[in-house]
């Protein structure tokens, strides 16, 4: 399977606690972006990746958010001191950019946290 | 401000029609436009794209028209089939930019 892979696909935690997700993006891929979706919404842009480099957060990423991507292969997005609003499928997806072109992102299945 | 809008949050189809979906933006910088399709408990899926050079891009059962004018696009799956049933995400990025701004879906129910 050469698909975006997410774990863990399900995470119930209790307020307070912290969460870490994984991401594992097409390898041949250069970006990866993460987004929020909450119940009746599209997805919400968080952050997004080139490489190693985080290039560009959104205002909906507080400061308890937290993403890397340390080789520029797979990505981690941490959740520190959870609130119940935080309970969203948090979803993956990477991309391919070469020159100035548009892209297409590719999404994993993503990781629905349930804050109690 | 909700930059991307899909007005239907709903549509019932027969098997063998044409189903019709919908999408509005307001950007009028947003020069790429991407369909996804979401299954319950899973991520969306690409269906097809436009970029806005084009006013029509086709594969298969599956065409976009983009009316630049408008703001306006569609989606049009012909002949529809009961496996197409899920929810559809319309989505946009502008040049140079990588963001997608979604709308907030629509539910398409194909029915045999």
């Known amino acids: 399977d050469t698909g975006v892979s997410q774990d863990p696909r399900h995470k119930i935690t209790k307020r307070g606690q912290n969460v870490t997700f994984r991401c594992d993006p097409i390898?041949?891929?250069?970006?990866l972006y993460w987004y929020r979706q909450t119940l009746g919404q599209g997805p919400e842009f968080l952050t997004y990746f080139q490489n190693e480099a985080q290039l560009e957060k959104s205002r909906l990423l507080s400061d308890r958010f937290s993403a890397e991507r340390p080789k520029g292969s797979f990505s981690t997005l941490e959740i520190q001191r959870t609130e119940q609003g935080d309970s969203a499928m948090y979803l993956c997806?990477?991309?391919?950019?070469?020159?100035?072109?548009?892209?297409?992102?590719?999404f994993g299945p993503g990781t629905r946290l349930l804050v109690l | 401000d909700q930059q991307v809008k899909q007005n239907s949050p709903s549509l019932s189809v027969q098997e063998g029609r044409i189903s019709i979906l919908n999408c509005d933006y307001t950007n009028s910088m947003f020069d790429y436009f991407l369909w996804y399709k979401k299954y319950p408990a899973e991520g969306p899926t690409f269906l097809i794209s436009?970029?806005?050079?084009?006013d029509k891009n086709e594969d298969g059962r599956f065409t976009v028209f983009l009316n630049k004018s408008a703001k306006h696009l569609s989606l049009h799956i012909v002949p529809s089939q009961p496996g197409d049933s899920a929810v559809y995400f319309c989505?946009?990025?502008?040049?140079?930019?990588?963001?997608?701004?979604f709308g907030k879906g629509t539910m398409l129910l194909v029915s045999p």
């Open positions: 997806a990477s991309s391919e950019r070469i020159g100035t072109g548009s892209e297409t992102q590719y």
């Open positions: 390898s041949e891929h250069n970006r």
């Open positions: 436009i970029s806005s050079i084009k």
């Open positions: 989505a946009a990025s502008e040049g140079g930019y990588s963001t997608l701004t």
